[in-house]
């Protein structure tokens, strides 16, 4: 159900996008070392994300690149310049190959159990309810069926619906994933929240 796809270096995210993360670096840089000068405490960063607008081939390299980022648990630092640059923490992307087809950063993260990329995502606006591709396959249904208690505690605390259906494998639920793959642990932190097969 998950896959990587290939990787994007950073030649392959484009003059503009390394520009923009590099003088949004650079600008953070300076306005800390003036802020601690001042005595002030830190500002969280803001983000140069939605300052320039990446192009179309631009956005779809970055969403590619963060969907395989989610997918392989790259360091946060990385994730945060992308979504920096103006990658989409919602992104479908679609690939050459049908398994590419609705691949969604959250979800790829989910399954694999990266709980700090996740809540890093869903800081960015990332849905915890997102469905991937025409199954209908959410975030909460790849870390129940994985057993990623971390992951589905954030995501349930995110306001992901406990009680969604795909479409593919029968109308099956989190909690019906987490049962058939033998994850007591999270099929109960399921149940507690209300789910239902």
């Known amino acids: 159900m998950f896959m990587a796809i290939g990787v994007l270096g950073p030649k392959e995210l484009g003059e503009k996008a390394r520009a923009r993360?590099?003088?949004?670096?650079?600008?953070?840089?300076?306005?800390?070392?003036?802020?601690?000068?001042?005595?002030?405490?830190?500002?969280?960063a803001e983000g140069p994300a939605n300052k320039v607008r990446p192009t179309p081939e631009e956005q779809k390299r970055l969403d590619r690149e963060l969907v395989h980022a989610a997918s392989v648990g790259y360091d946060l630092e990385r994730v945060r310049r992308l979504l920096d640059a103006g990658a989409d923490p919602n992104a479908e992307i679609s690939g050459d190959i049908e398994e590419e087809n609705g691949l969604r950063p959250l979800v790829q993260a989910a399954g694999r159990g990266y709980a700090d990329l996740v809540g890093l995502l869903l800081e960015r606006k990332a849905d915890p309810n997102n469905k991937m591709g025409d199954e209908d396959y959410t975030?909460?249904?790849?870390?129940?069926?994985?057993g990623r208690e971390e992951v589905v505690r954030i995501l349930i605390a995110a306001g992901?619906?406990?009680?969604?259906?795909?479409?593919?494998?029968?109308?099956?639920?989190?909690?019906?994933?987490?049962?058939?793959?033998?994850?007591?642990?999270?099929?109960?932190?399921?149940?507690?929240a209300g789910a239902t097969e």
């Open 21 to 44: 993360v590099a003088q949004w670096e650079a600008g953070e840089k300076i306005r800390a070392a003036r802020e601690k000068a001042a005595g002030k405490p830190p500002a969280p």
């Open 139 to 146: 975030p909460l249904m790849a870390a129940s069926a994985e």
């Open 160 to 192: 992901a619906d406990v009680n969604a259906r795909e479409l593919l494998w029968g109308g099956k639920t989190a909690l019906r994933y987490a049962r058939e793959n033998g994850h007591a642990g999270t099929a109960a932190m399921l149940v507690a």
